[in-house]
């Protein structure tokens, strides 16, 4: 059976602690040691392991090495990984600099990042070479930063240059300054949307501002930190990866190149969002378990999306759904899900599209879990908001010393800010002809019922920031 291997490549601070999560929870969920890359007494590991793990030696000495390479401008988060995953990443794979990128898109994208460029390259080289099948790359990096931003956008144009045929999944953290006060975040984060749109396949976000809600109102963390926010991250990520790392009903896998395939109805829009039911407390999820029809509802309210805008008030343009563990109740979610596409904003131009995976294996936390990907016309928002903190400070050239500096010009400056434009008003014109003509929009709307209202909220967080991760440039 071919299996679609596919690769993954961790950049910054960010990103680096979130693959540290997500390989943790994949080696759990195939039976690998996580800090030896072994299974227990020379077992193999469980499900289409090969997606994600090369295999290396043979018998009960067989390790499983994940298909992953890690890059930072600074060390502290690579060595402490180093420290905490013993033999599991193959140390040529943890790729460091000294220096760090300042919280500096330039410094990633044309100082620092064009130096550790070839190594980064090699090292991802190396892997394509042993994979059987390349089914994708997935790229995790925050874009508020430096390194993330910067040298993630540099690395995403590489491959794409060179290998044009893999797809690119660039899985973005969007700033928020509930979690971090560094005030050029919007520079950083408008900067790298402007590759994002041109060279990644699709790129998922998730915006700390959505996770710092959910992490507060539906785990009840009074102040949550950026660790809780990559448990949220990590569940929809595995949950994502599950149907590529495991047989379903019917099909063998779904590969990340069909996921794209489905996701995504035009180059242009490309730019998807998520989210995960049951959003039970980690630590209550094995004494409480939500109905099927509810966790279905409860991913379609605007509060559960990891991104802050309101997907009930734009247009659906593409959705999957990936179950996990829910076989026997199979027949439930096929009819609440069929009940709730009626009440959807869906886009009359393609009303069909609804990508639809089961994974027999449950997650690590969940017996039970569905993970929603959807790509909304309302993922225009998240982008207004930025681009909104962008022109206040560039109104007054606020701290744009920083970029002219490290050798960007004032008119690429401009270019960058006009492209996460026409990003925007790409998602407008998709929602503006999404509309079916009003009369038969009228009628869907009085006559589906509306979705069941969101539990009682809990009062509204205090907002103390979390510490801040890189010092103001
Ligand atoms: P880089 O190493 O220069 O790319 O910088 P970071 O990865 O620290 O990116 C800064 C942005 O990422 C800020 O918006 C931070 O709030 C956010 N951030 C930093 N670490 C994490 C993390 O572990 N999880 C999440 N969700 N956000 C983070």
């Known amino acids: 059976m071919k299996v679609n291997n596919t690769l993954v490549v961790s950049v910054g601070q960010a990103g680096n602690q979130i693959a540290s999560s997500f390989w943790r929870t994949l080696c759990l969920e195939h039976g690998i040691d996580p800090t030896t890359a072994q299974c227990k007494s020379g077992a193999a590991p469980k499900g289409n392991w090969s997606a994600f793990f090369s295999k290396l030696g043979d018998g009960s000495s067989a390790s499983y090495v994940p298909r992953s390479v890690m890059v930072d401008l600074e060390p ?213 378990e939500m109905g099927i029809e509810e966790m279905i509802e409860s991913m379609f309210r605007n509060e559960s999306m990891f991104a802050a805008c309101s997907p009930m008030e734009g247009r659906f343009l593409s959705t999957a759904v990936l179950y996990r563990g829910v076989m026997e109740d199979k027949p439930q979610a096929d009819a609440a899900l069929a009940s709730i596409r009626g009440r959807l904003p869906l886009t009359y131009w393609i009303p069909t599209a609804f990508k639809i995976g089961y994974v027999e294996q449950p997650g690590i936390t969940h017996r039970r879990s569905v993970v929603l990907v959807a790509n909304n016309t309302e993922v225009s928002r998240v982008f207004e908001r930025i681009c909104s903190n962008f022109d206040k400070l560039w109104q007054r050239k606020a701290f744009a010393n920083w970029y002219l500096n490290e050798g960007m010009s004032e008119e690429q400056i401009t270019a960058m800010r006009a492209s996460a434009q026409d990003l925007i008003q790409s998602y407008r014109v998709a929602e503006e002809t999404g509309v079916m003509n009003r009369g038969q929009e009228i009628q869907r709307r009085t006559s589906t019922p509306a979705l069941a209202p969101e539990p009682e909220p809990t009062p509204q967080p205090q907002y103390t920031p979390a510490p801040v991760s890189r010092p103001i440039p």
């Open 76 to 288: 502290s988060v690579i060595n402490q990984i180093k420290a905490t995953t013993g033999s599991l990443f193959n140390p040529a794979n943890l790729i460091t600099r000294m220096e760090g990128a300042g919280g500096n898109f330039a410094v990633g994208y044309m100082g620092a990042g064009r130096e550790v460029l070839p190594e980064a390259m090699a090292r991802l080289d190396y892997e394509i070479s042993k994979c059987d099948h390349v089914g994708g790359i997935i790229v995790l990096h925050a874009i508020g930063g430096g390194s993330g931003s910067g040298f993630g956008s540099l690395l995403i144009e590489e491959i794409k240059e060179k290998y044009p045929e893999h797809p690119i999944l660039s899985c973005a953290i969007l700033p928020s300054p509930q979690v971090s006060s560094v005030v050029t975040e919007p520079y950083n984060t408008v900067f790298a949307l402007s590759t994002l749109r041109r060279f990644a396949d699709a790129c998922l976000i998730f915006d700390n501002e959505a996770l710092f809600n959910v992490a507060f109102r539906r785990w009840g963390i009074e102040s949550p930190s950026v660790d809780d926010l990559n448990l949220l991250i990590t569940e929809a990520l595995a949950g994502l990866t599950a149907p590529m790392r495991f047989s379903g009903f019917l099909t063998v896998e779904i590969s990340l190149r069909e996921l794209l395939t489905n996701l995504v109805p035009q180059p242009s829009l490309h730019f998807l969002m998520c989210t995960f039911a049951p959003l039970t407390p980690p630590h209550q999820s094995k004494f409480e």
